[in-house]
């Protein structure tokens, strides 16, 4: 029939356009979620971040760059982060509306602070609130550009002034409203699908002709009913 060849030869177009010619770019400007994600979020919200109060000044020759008294911070430059975002953005830029949180980078850069023996969390999941206070630290209070050791002890380890997420904030009046609001939706639509009509009828006029008149004087009218099982299980 005309109609499924039709139907077969849009979606096979539009789906290879968005999908194959198109990706990422759907995500960034058709897609509502980011606009929606983005509305949403405040300075106590978890995002993928990368944390350059600790891996700036980056370079791929930190021995050489410690060696001439230079500070050097725990970003080696390697571009794993770049390489498997599907988005195509370098999370270091900092925040961008085309992240879509998969968390990829942060796996990526995990795997090779684990190959250089240090910390993991370059890139991790972190508050705006978290990252502006840790970068106070690194900064000596906005005195000075990014120094990541001044984000450490003599011993190497990370200062007690840095601060890190704690669960507790995830308890908050906006957390709260939010999932309120969306377990409110959900119910409505739990509640429509369990209250719904077992049975759907239509009862519908014949076009034509509109009645017909009898031998007898009496009138016959035509119509056409139309029965729909709503659940699965024969009647």
């Excluded at 009898?214 to 035509?222: A, E, F, K, V, Y």
């Amino acid at each position: 029939a005309p109609v499924a060849y039709i139907t077969i030869g849009v979606l096979t177009a539009t789906t290879y356009t968005f999908g194959g010619l198109m990706r990422e770019q759907v995500c960034t400007y058709m897609c509502p979620w980011p606009r929606i994600q983005a509305a949403m979020l405040d300075e106590n919200s978890l995002t993928v971040t990368y944390n350059d109060w600790r891996g700036e000044p980056r370079s791929r020759h930190a021995k050489k760059v410690q060696a001439a008294g230079q500070p050097v911070g725990d970003c080696v430059d390697c571009n794993a982060c770049v390489a498997v975002c599907p988005m195509g953005i370098d999370i270091r830029d900092g925040q961008q509306l085309e992240c879509i949180t998969c968390a990829l980078c942060i796996d990526a850069c995990d795997s090779v602070m684990d190959k250089l023996g240090k910390e993991r969390g370059l890139i991790s999941y972190a508050t705006l609130s978290d990252y502006n206070a840790n970068m106070a630290v690194a900064t000596a209070g906005g005195s000075c550009s990014a120094n990541p050791s001044l984000v450490r002890t003599d011993g190497g380890a990370f200062s007690e002034k840095l601060a890190h997420f704690h669960i507790r904030k995830i308890f908050r009046p906006r957390t709260f409203i939010y999932m309120g609001a969306w377990s409110a939706v959900g119910i409505a639509l739990l509640y429509s699908l369990l209250t719904r009509d077992r049975l759907e009828v239509n009862v519908l006029h014949d076009r034509n002709p509109q009645f017909v008149t009898l031998s007898d004087g009496s009138i016959r009218n035509g119509y056409t009913v139309k029965l729909l099982n709503m659940i699965p299980e024969p009647r």
